[in-house]
């Protein structure tokens, strides 16, 4: 049963409802300061999984073409035009309260918890481990981090946050059903790797969090996809066509 999914987005449904509430409640510099703590725990997760990186050219490779290729097809662009349709969509029902925030600050901050919730190597590999061994201590782990996240951040963004469940859901539920065939074709290197790209995802994104920099995180997506495939590739021929170099 997939359980570590389902406690994920009822975290973030219960998150986003509370915020929409004590929204009004909350002074700005309130919500400023726990943002910011936030982003810290982002980062501080993103470096837990990076250190455990096997292959470092892999790893920088599988980002840079990620990024690269979501670049290309435009693909931060597509999920600001989901951000807004989401937005649209619930505005219909229930009136948002973000009127007073510039429409930039409100897409930037959208992505960051879109990519947060929906994109995190976290998310993902613990969505793929639940499905294969019934562990959900990671998902559990990140359910926390998002209930409090989605409060803080629905303050500001309002309903449209509620919405964001759906796509991680679907997503989650996707590698969960997929976990048991996924998870016996990796070795622990591939595993390792693939986390530290996550790793450098969370990174970014608690960069944005804490509006440091605002790091292409949507267009980095791709790269999740690749590094596991050119993993392999490294430690199968790369490496053993070096060794035999020297």
């Given at each position: 049963m997939p359980i570590g999914v389902i406690f994920n987005t009822l975290c973030i449904i219960a998150g986003s409802i509370i915020g929409v509430i004590l929204g009004p409640r909350l002074k700005d510099d309130f919500k400023e300061n726990l943002?910011?703590?936030?982003?810290?725990?982002?980062?501080?997760?993103?470096?837990s999984s990076i250190v455990l990186i096997a292959n470092l050219p892999a790893v920088i490779l599988s980002v840079i073409i990620g990024t690269i290729i979501g670049m290309a097809i435009h693909l931060g662009q597509w999920i600001n035009k989901g951000g807004a349709a989401m937005q649209d969509?619930?505005?219909?029902?229930i009136k948002s309260s973000n009127s007073t925030m510039p429409e930039t600050e409100f897409t930037n901050s959208l992505i960051t918890i879109i990519v947060l919730a929906c994109a995190s190597g976290?998310?993902?590999?613990?969505?793929?481990?639940s499905g294969m061994s019934g562990d959900h201590t990671m998902l559990i782990t990140k359910s926390i981090l998002d209930l409090f996240t989605f409060i803080i951040f629905a303050t500001t963004l309002g309903?449209?946050?509620i919405t964001i469940a759906i796509p991680q859901f679907i997503i989650f539920?996707?590698?969960?059903?997929c976990g048991g065939l996924i998870y016996p074709l990796t070795t622990p290197a591939m595993i390792n790797?693939?986390?530290?790209?996550?790793?450098?995802?969370l990174l970014a994104t608690g960069f944005r969090m804490i509006k440091v920099k605002m790091f292409p995180t949507a267009d980095m997506i791709p790269a999740m996809i690749i590094v596991m495939p050119l993993s392999a590739f490294w430690t199968n021929y790369v490496v053993p066509f070096l060794s035999s170099l020297g």
């Open positions: 943002t910011n703590i936030f982003g810290c725990c982002a980062m501080a997760m993103g470096i969509f619930i505005s219909r029902f976290t998310g993902i590999y613990g969505s793929i481990v309903p449209v946050t539920m996707l590698l969960f059903l790797d693939f986390k530290a790209v996550g790793g450098i995802l």
